[in-house]
C-alpha cells in the first residue's frame, strides 16, 4: 500500500508542477498586463499584436469535430466488439483496433496529406483542402481506438444478469443497448471521451500537418486553421526574451486548464451518479 500510495502521490505532485511551471514561467506575460491582448488579439507580430484567440478557437473547432465525428463510430464498434457479435470478428475487429493505437501519429499526417487533402480539395473546391474538416477527419481516426478501448471495457462491466433479464424477455439488441448497457456503463463511455478529447486538443502532428496553419479567425470548416500545440510547436525557435516566446506558456496553460477542466467535470457527473 505504501508503494501504490507513493505512486499516486507522485503522480500529482508532477501534475501540480507542470502547471507550477507554465504559470511561473507565464510570470512576465502576466506582469506586463498583456493578458488580455494576448488572449483577445488576432496574432501578428511584425506589428506587435501577439493574440492567440484565433489559436484556441482553431483548436476548439478541430478537436469539438473530430470528437462529433469519432463518438457515433466509436459506440457502434464497441456495441459490435462487446455484445452485437463477440466471437470471432468482434475479436478480430478488437485486435485491428488495438493495432491502431501502435500507429505513430505522424504516420496518418502523412496519409491524410497524399490522400485525404485531395479528396477535400477535390469534394468541395474550395482551397487547398489542408482546412479543419480535414485535420478533424484525421484526429477522429486518431483517438477512435482510445474511445473504443474505454466503450469495450465498460460494456464488460455492466453485470450478466441484467442482459440476461433483457434476452429473457424477447428484448432486441439495440433494446439492450439503449435500455440496459448505457444507462449501467455510462461513467465509462464519459471517462473515454473526455480522454479522446484530451488527446484530440494535444496533438501537434496531425493539426500542424492538415490544418493549414493559418493564424486568421476561422468562419469556415473549409477553412485553413492553426491549433494551440501546433503554434508552440511554430513558434518554440522564436527568441527566448521576445514576447512571441513567453506567448507560448499561455497556450500550454490554456491547454492544460481546458483538459483538467474536462477531467474534472467527468469526475463530478460520476461522484454525483453514485451519491
Not at 505504501?2 to 502576466?30: D, E, H, N, Q, R
Not at 479543419?132 to 450478466?160: D, G, K, N
Not at 490544418?211 to 501546433?230: C, E, H, I, K
Request: charged content about 10%; glycine content about 10%.
Amino acid at each position: 500500500m505504501v508503494v501504490f500510495s507513493g505512486a499516486a502521490l507522485l503522480c500529482a505532485l508532477a501534475t501540480l508542477s507542470v502547471l507550477g511551471f507554465m504559470i511561473w514561467l507565464s510570470l512576465p506575460v502576466l506582469k506586463s498586463g498583456m493578458l488580455w491582448q494576448i488572449l483577445t488579439d488576432p496574432w501578428s507580430p511584425d506589428q506587435g499584436r501577439f493574440g492567440i484567440a484565433a489559436m484556441v478557437v482553431g483548436t476548439l473547432y478541430i478537436a469539438g469535430l473530430s470528437l462529433v465525428i469519432s463518438f457515433p463510430v466509436s459506440l457502434g464498434c464497441s456495441f459490435f466488439i462487446q455484445v452485437s457479435s463477440p466471437g470471432l470478428w468482434g475479436r478480430l475487429l478488437k485486435k485491428l483496433v488495438q493495432l491502431m493505437t501502435a500507429i505513430p501519429t505522424v504516420i496518418y499526417g502523412f496519409v491524410g496529406i497524399f490522400l485525404l487533402v485531395p479528396k477535400v480539395r477535390d469534394i468541395f473546391s474550395y482551397g487547398s483542402g489542408m482546412a479543419i474538416v480535414t485535420a478533424a477527419i484525421m484526429l477522429a481516426m486518431l483517438i477512435a481506438p482510445t474511445m473504443i478501448l474505454f466503450f469495450t471495457q465498460s460494456y464488460a462491466r455492466v453485470p450478466r444478469a441484467y442482459t440476461d433479464a433483457v434476452d429473457a424477455l424477447g428484448g432486441t439488441a439495440s433494446q439492450r443497448l439503449f435500455y440496459v448497457i448505457l444507462p449501467q456503463a455510462w461513467p465509462g463511455i464519459l471517462t473515454g471521451v473526455v480522454l479522446a478529447f484530451g488527446r484530440a486538443m494535444g496533438d501537434t502532428l496531425i493539426a500542424l500537418m492538415l490544418s493549414g496553419n493559418s493564424v486568421m479567425m476561422p468562419s469556415s470548416l473549409l477553412d485553413s486553421a492553426r491549433t494551440l500545440t501546433a503554434h508552440i510547436a511554430m513558434i518554440i525557435a522564436a527568441d527566448f526574451d521576445s514576447v512571441e516566446f513567453k506567448t507560448i506558456f499561455i497556450c500550454g496553460g490554456i491547454l492544460y486548464l481546458m483538459t483538467g477542466l474536462g477531467v474534472f467535470a467527468a469526475r463530478l457527473s460520476q461522484q454525483r451518479d453514485r451519491s
